[in-house]
């Protein structure tokens, strides 16, 4: 059910129907009981419709809204929500989680999930899953597009048409064949990208902290001012971190070729945008293209300001790397699928801050989830709540961080609210749940 407080995104003919991905990873649900209460999803930022799809067939309720909320929003609506859904802007922070006592999971729709504060969502039993590489290839498409557009400094150049003007003129126009390619951050984005510029002819290097295979041709660099010395343009794909905060600045840009270009693609923190701004109107660097900002607006209306603004041959998007059709539809499905199947069978396969698990479903046995402080002698008094009840453990599996543990039992009878709140009240507990 839709909240009526935003329309979904139109259906694409490519996505009318739930998609082969999902059917196959969730049609051994089928013979899971369905859950014992209702389930409530809250989808923000126009969350794709592939999802909302996916939740609707499994009952669930599911409120979409088109934008993120802020803080105080969030914390009171989050109150009675099992599931949500969010993007890239919505921030859930320590203080929104402490609102959300039925809370069960949290769906990044993206591949960043710096938006959530992990370490808080771990340590109250809350595990968060996203789509590490569904929109990888729409970002790589993109910024070997800009590319192209920068060397022939095509967004001025059309603007003029728009405006009446004819800037036909081939000065430091170029080809992008033969030029150097510098990426930094070689990851799923960085080593795709890589294979894409090498069939344009591109020369590759790149800077990742980490020993990575180079694909194709191309060439590790030792350092990153290695890479910002020797580019033609360089494009960053890092994540955001305390170290790439800032890694662009003043500093760094001097360090690079006169005329080279300069793409962020990937979290607004990591490029001081005044820095690069300077740095353009002075003629240092030839063009910029920025994806991301270190303020990005909730929604369209609402203001957007940024130094780059009117800076030469510069293209600015608002963060759409990842905003294609076949994206979104992927990341939907995906991030859809895990949370339903955390719902229906307490799967963790795949979540980003807590012990991944599966227990295959077993007729005629009852399965209970328990997600606890990871201190000495919790399995013991949760075995012996169901012994002293004559309860027979089918199955049991206990996976662990330094901080948490998370347990799930099957067992041979039909679990009792009382054992539950019994469980749940054990002082290392943080979340119990009956599933069937
Ligand atoms: N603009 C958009 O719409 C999108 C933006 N992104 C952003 O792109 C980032 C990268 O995405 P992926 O390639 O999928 O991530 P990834 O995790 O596969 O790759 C990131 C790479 O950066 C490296 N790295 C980390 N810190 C570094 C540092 N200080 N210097 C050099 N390398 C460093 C890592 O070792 C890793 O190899 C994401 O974290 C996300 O923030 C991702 C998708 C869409
Ligand atoms: O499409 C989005 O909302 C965010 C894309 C992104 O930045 C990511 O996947 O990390």
Not at 50 to 60: A, D, R, S, W
């Amino acid at each position: 059910m839709n909240s009526g407080r935003s329309s979904p995104q139109s259906r694409s003919p490519i996505c009318s129907s739930p998609p082969k991905y999902a059917e196959m990873e969730l049609q051994h649900l089928e013979r899971i009981p369905p859950p014992r209460h209702p389930v409530k999803i809250l989808l923000l930022e126009n969350v794709h419709q592939t999802g909302v799809l996916l939740f609707e067939k499994e009952g669930f309720q599911v409120e979409l809204l088109k934008t993120s909320l802020t803080e105080e929003e969030l914390m009171e609506k989050i109150k009675d929500v099992h599931v949500i859904g969010i993007r890239s802007k919505t921030k859930i922070t320590k203080r929104v989680l402490e609102n959300a006592s039925k809370l069960l999971a949290i769906g990044c729709f993206c591949i960043g999930t710096d938006q959530v504060d992990l370490e808080a969502a771990e340590r109250l039993g809350i595990p968060v899953f996203n789509s590490p590489f569904a929109n990888t290839r729409s970002v790589a498409e993109l910024i070997i597009a800009e590319i192209v557009c920068l060397s022939r400094k095509l967004f001025d150049v059309s603007k003029g048409c728009h405006e009446g003007q004819w800037f036909k003129s081939a000065v430091g126009c170029h080809e992008i064949r033969g030029k150097t390619l510098g990426i930094v951050g070689y990851g799923h984005i960085g080593s795709q990208l890589s294979v894409l510029a090498e069939s344009q002819g591109m020369n590759v290097i790149f800077y990742d902290i980490i020993p990575v295979l180079p694909l194709g041709n191309s060439t590790p660099c030792k350092s990153l001012e290695e890479v910002l010395s020797n580019s033609d343009f360089v494009t960053l794909h890092v994540p955001k971190s305390p170290q790439t905060e800032n890694m662009i600045g003043e500093k760094q840009i001097k360090l690079m070729k006169k005329g080279a270009y300069l793409l962020n693609a990937s979290r607004g923190t990591v490029v001081d945008l005044k820095a690069l701004a300077d740095s353009l109107r002075s003629g240092h660097l030839g063009g910029a293209a920025i994806d991301v900002y270190p303020k990005e607006p909730k929604a369209n209306g609402s203001g957007f300001e940024t130094p780059l603004q009117n800076c030469p041959n510069t293209i600015l998007t608002p963060h759409i790397g990842g905003s294609t059709e076949e994206a979104q539809q992927m990341i939907g499905e995906e991030v859809a699928t895990a949370l339903i199947k955390l719902v229906r069978s307490g799967s963790t396969v795949n979540a980003v801050n807590f012990p991944n698990l599966e227990v295959p479903f077993t007729s005629s046995s009852h399965r209970i989830l328990n997600v606890h402080r990871n201190v000495p002698g919790v399995l013991r008094d949760i075995n012996n709540i169901f012994a002293s009840r004559d309860t027979n453990v089918k199955a049991q599996v206990l996976g662990t961080t330094a901080d948490i543990g998370y347990l799930i039992v099957d067992v041979d009878k039909e679990t009792s609210e009382e054992v539950k709140e019994a469980i749940a009240s054990l002082k290392p507990s943080l979340r119990t749940r009956i599933l069937y």
